[in-house]
C-alpha cells in the first residue's frame, strides 16, 4: 500500500479554523493583565523612600512575626499522665562486655583513684562504688576469673610411659570441667 502524506485540507463535515490573524491585530485574552507586578528599580526610588522612612517609624515599633503572641508555659500540666514509650531493645551484653563496660567506667576509675590517694567519699559515692565493685565480683565469678580461689599446682610426670598413660586416659580434658 502506497503512503499518503497527510494534508492540511479540511473537508466540508470537519470543524472550521479561525482564519489567521497577525500577532499585532490579535486581542488581548480577556481578563490577564497586562503590567502585573511592581516595577523594576521599585527600592532604589528616592521618593518612595522619603515617603515610607516617615512609616518605618510606626512599623518599627510593632513586632514583625506572625502568629500568636501568648507565651507557652514549657514544662508540663501534673495532671497529664501519658505513659512513656518503650525505648528500643539493645542486644543484650554477655558478661565479658558487661565486665570491660564497668572496667572502663570513668566515674568508678576516678572514685578508685580517689581511694588510693586516701580520699573520703560521700555516701552515695561509697554506696555506688560498692555496688559496681559488687556487680563486678559477680560477672567474674560467672566467667570463672575468681581472683579468691587458688590456682591448682600441676605436679610433673616421672617419666614418659606416665605422660603417654595420661595422655590416653583423657585426664586434662576430665579436670577441666569437673567445676
Request: without cysteine; charged residues 40%.
Amino acid at each position: 500500500m502506497a503512503r499518503s502524506r497527510k494534508t492540511r485540507k479540511v473537508s466540508e463535515n470537519a470543524a472550521k479554523r479561525a482564519p489567521r490573524v497577525k500577532k499585532a491585530d490579535r486581542k488581548q485574552v480577556e481578563g490577564k493583565k497586562k503590567d502585573s507586578g511592581r516595577k523594576s528599580g521599585n527600592r532604589h526610588n528616592e521618593a518612595l523612600l522619603k515617603t515610607q522612612s516617615a512609616n518605618n517609624a510606626a512599623s518599627a515599633s510593632q513586632d514583625p512575626r506572625h502568629g500568636s503572641k501568648k507565651p507557652v508555659s514549657l514544662t508540663l500540666p501534673s495532671s497529664i499522665t501519658e505513659p512513656l514509650k518503650p525505648k528500643a531493645k539493645q542486644p543484650k551484653l554477655t558478661d565479658e562486655q558487661k565486665l570491660l563496660k564497668l572496667e572502663e567506667d570513668p566515674r568508678l576509675n576516678k572514685l578508685l583513684d580517689m581511694l588510693e590517694e586516701g580520699r573520703s567519699l560521700s555516701d552515695t559515692d561509697q554506696a555506688w562504688l560498692d555496688q559496681q565493685l559488687d556487680t563486678i565480683e559477680q560477672l567474674m565469678k560467672r566467667l570463672g576469673m575468681d581472683e579468691s580461689e587458688p590456682e591448682v599446682e600441676t605436679r610433673k610426670p616421672a617419666s614418659d610411659d606416665e605422660l603417654f598413660d595420661r595422655f590416653e586416659s583423657g585426664e586434662d580434658l576430665l579436670n577441666m570441667y569437673k567445676d
